[in-house]
């Protein structure tokens, strides 16, 4: 009915390093690395992004500090990453994105150097759920339409929150959607936008970004579709585990 992994539809490039937490998650094949998904740098050597992206048979590397995939632009830091270091959430079940926990953590093997291009994204406090129509922006270098192209820059698309009320209604995601998800975007203006493992970024009442979702996914048949809104992990809901696996690694 669904699969992981939604695209930026609609959407435009960035103002670059104006998502300085974004990272690009890379697997290596035949010698060459390619991006596979987004996420974001959560401490100055972990990055968070969706268990759905993390496959055990393949080698990663992160690179912070990425705007255009097309060039080497000076500010990218390419950081491999050991397989050991990958944390996916023991409630993950790949036969079951519906069932949530879609979630991983990644300890760099390397910490990031902060700057300009490279910031630690804030989250929010725990059980923090947005109201419908909060105004969050989705990032990322994910596909530009369904089967369509990827794109060089990174992408943004504003995505306004649909609130569990709306978006567990039985015409638009009934069972699949659960209150440990966010649900946001959904129509032909925003569509299914943005890059698996990647950030949801809401405006905090300071005027500063929090990092409230986790890209999971969108509808089987394909972005834009009507009442089948991007669906997102509700980091809210992962606060503790993300402490504790942190803290214990």
């Excluded at 725990?126 to 990827?150: F, K, V």
Aim: proline fraction near 6%; include cysteine; glycine fraction near 10%.
């Amino acid at each position: 009915f669904s699969f992981p992994g939604s695209r930026v539809v609609n959407g435009e490039d960035a103002v670059p390093y104006s998502w300085p937490w974004q990272i690009s998650l890379q697997y290596e094949r035949d010698g060459a690395f390619y991006h596979t998904c987004g996420g974001t740098l959560i401490a100055v050597d972990w990055v968070m992004t969706a268990g759905h992206c993390i496959s055990s048979s393949l080698t990663y590397r992160v690179v912070l500090g990425e705007y255009d995939q097309s060039e080497e632009e000076g500010s990218e830091q390419v950081i491999p990453i050991n397989n050991e270091d990958i944390f996916v959430h023991p409630g993950w079940n790949s036969n079951c994105v519906s069932c949530g926990n879609d979630i991983a953590l990644i300890k760099l093997s390397k910490s990031a150097q902060l700057g300009d291009a490279v910031q630690v994204a804030t989250l929010p406090p725990a059980g923090d759920i947005l109201p419908n129509e909060e105004p969050c922006y989705i990032t990322g270098w994910g596909r530009l339409y369904t089967n369509g192209p990827l794109p060089d820059k990174l992408q943004q698309a504003l995505l306004p929150v649909v609130d569990y009320e709306h978006c567990s209604q039985w015409t638009w995601w009934g069972f699949s959607v659960r209150k440990t998800m966010v649900c946001a975007g959904g129509d032909v203006r925003s569509g299914c936008n943005g890059d698996s493992g990647g950030p949801l970024n809401c405006p905090a009442t300071d005027g500063t970004w929090e990092v409230h979702g986790v890209t999971s996914f969108v509808s089987a048949r394909g972005c834009n579709t009507l009442k089948k809104p991007t669906v997102f992990t509700r980091v809210s809901a992962f606060i503790d585990w993300i402490e504790e696996t942190i803290a214990s690694h």
